[in-house]
């Protein structure tokens, strides 16, 4: 009978951690469509600014502008931006992420560069503060999406680190949202800016549907317009300085495009960490239902026998 109690106890515990990990699905589907809703609430003025820096690239040979975002130069000290997340139970998000990152510092110390981490998120900055590696900075990642407002704080205190001489680039490593079972580790260069890189493209957004009552993802192309500014405008100010001004807010929407990625990222793995987790005590459920019922029937036919032997003991 302690058998079958120890079975009847391990069911009840896998039924109980099945509705945690389903709620945590149903709770991680919900917020990859709002992520969902936060790129697209975004966009218009994503693809405003890049239109409007095309326009100016346009009008002036960014050859000849002398602005401090555009600078290459000699490259001696390096900062890692990595954004991790601040919790578990997503799969392997965290560990490709810092897998990555070790690898690029390793390419970059094979080069003879220095570098430093700037690290986003509790899971990254656990994991490397317990090692003797160069860190320059540690902030959590927002609980909730990201927002401009959260992003502006970390890529003013980047771009002062740039300003001020201290690290000659900054490579953004960030986990690029691909679909809901897949994801990749990411390399960008977030500064200098590359000229080349100012110009319009073609952009993508991803849209959560559902399809036969499974979650999918579908990825479109939006092609974005520049704005036609007429040759004969005469700028009020010179427009080095409005392309100054116009730059680091093209480098905080960078910044949160990669931040809302990651995000995305982080909650799909979760999503599908987690169904895994509950098909997988679905199986268990199954498994343990058969042991408690083979094991209950050799007790009943145990106890039919020790009733038939001692019913043959007393006719004897």
Same mark, same amino acid.
């Not at 098909?279 to 009943?300: C, F, G, P, V, W």
């Given at each position: 009978?302690?058998?079958?109690?120890?079975?009847?106890?391990?069911? $009840?515990?896998?039924?109980?951690t099945?509705?945690?990990?389903?709620?945590?699905?149903?709770v991680?589907?919900?917020?990859?469509?709002r992520?969902?809703?936060?790129v697209?609430?975004?966009?218009?003025?994503?693809?405003?600014? $890049?239109?409007?820096?095309?326009?100016?690239?346009?009008?002036?040979?960014?050859?000849?502008?002398?602005?401090?975002?555009?600078?290459?130069?000699?490259?001696?000290?390096?900062?890692?931006?990595?954004? $991790?997340?601040?919790?578990g139970?997503?799969?392997?998000?965290?560990?490709?992420? =810092?897998?990555?990152?070790?690898?690029?510092?390793?390419?970059?110390?094979?080069?003879?560069? &220095?570098?430093?981490?700037?690290?986003?998120?509790?899971? $990254?900055?656990?994991?490397?503060?317990?090692r003797?590696?160069? =860190?320059?900075?540690?902030?959590?990642?927002?609980?909730?999406?990201?927002?401009?407002e959260?992003?502006?704080?970390?890529?003013d205190?980047?771009?002062s680190?740039?300003?001020?001489?201290?690290?000659?680039?900054?490579?953004?490593?960030?986990?690029?949202?691909?679909s809901?079972?897949?994801?990749k580790?990411v390399?960008q260069t977030?500064?200098?800016?590359?000229?080349?890189?100012?110009?319009?493209?073609?952009?993508?957004?991803?849209?959560?549907?559902?399809?036969?009552?499974?979650? &999918?993802?579908?990825r479109?192309?939006v092609?974005?317009?520049?704005?036609?500014?007429?040759?004969?405008?005469?700028?009020?100010? &010179?427009?080095?300085?409005?392309?100054?001004?116009?730059?680091?807010?093209?480098l905080?929407?960078?910044?949160?495009?990669?931040?809302?990625?990651?995000?995305?990222?982080?909650?799909?793995?979760?999503?599908?960490?987690?169904?895994?987790?509950?098909?997988?005590?679905?199986?268990?459920?199954?498994?343990?239902?058969?042991?408690?019922?083979?094991?209950?029937?050799?007790?009943?036919?145990?106890?039919?026998?020790?009733?038939v032997?001692?019913?043959a003991?007393?006719?004897g």
């Open positions: 009978m302690s058998n079958l109690k120890a079975i009847r106890d391990r069911i $009840a515990s896998v039924k109980n099945q509705k945690i990990t389903e709620a945590m699905r149903l991680a589907s919900a917020k990859v469509r992520a969902q809703e936060q697209l609430a975004t966009r218009p003025f994503a693809d405003r600014l $890049a239109g409007i820096l095309y326009s100016l690239q346009s009008r002036l040979q960014f050859e000849d502008v002398d602005s401090p975002l555009l600078e290459q130069r000699e490259v001696k000290k390096v900062g890692l931006l990595v954004i $991790a997340g601040n919790r139970l997503c799969g392997t998000y965290n560990s490709n992420i =810092i897998k990555r990152a070790e690898a690029r510092a390793r390419e970059l110390k094979a080069e003879g560069i &220095d570098y430093s981490y700037l690290l986003v998120g509790r899971k $990254a900055s656990q994991y490397f503060t317990r003797d590696v160069p =860190i320059k900075d540690c902030r959590d990642n927002p609980e909730k999406l990201p927002a401009a959260r992003v502006a704080g970390a890529a205190e980047v771009l680190w740039f300003l001020s001489g201290d690290i000659d680039r900054i490579e953004l490593i960030y986990t690029k949202f691909v809901l079972i897949s994801s580790p390399i977030l500064l200098p800016l590359d000229r080349q890189g100012l110009e319009v493209q073609d952009d993508e957004v991803f849209r959560l549907t559902t399809k036969g009552g499974q979650f &999918d993802v579908t479109e192309k092609a974005i317009t520049p704005e036609n500014l007429p040759r004969d405008m005469i700028f009020e100010q &010179d427009p080095v300085q409005i392309l100054n001004a116009l730059l680091p807010l093209f905080t929407n960078q910044l949160l495009r990669a931040w809302q990625e990651s995000t995305a990222s982080e909650l799909a793995a979760r999503m599908t960490a987690m169904s895994n987790a509950s098909d997988n005590a679905k199986e268990l459920q199954k498994t343990l239902t058969l042991s408690y019922n083979k094991a209950r029937q050799a007790s009943i036919t145990q106890q039919i026998l020790e009733v032997g001692g019913a003991a007393l006719e």
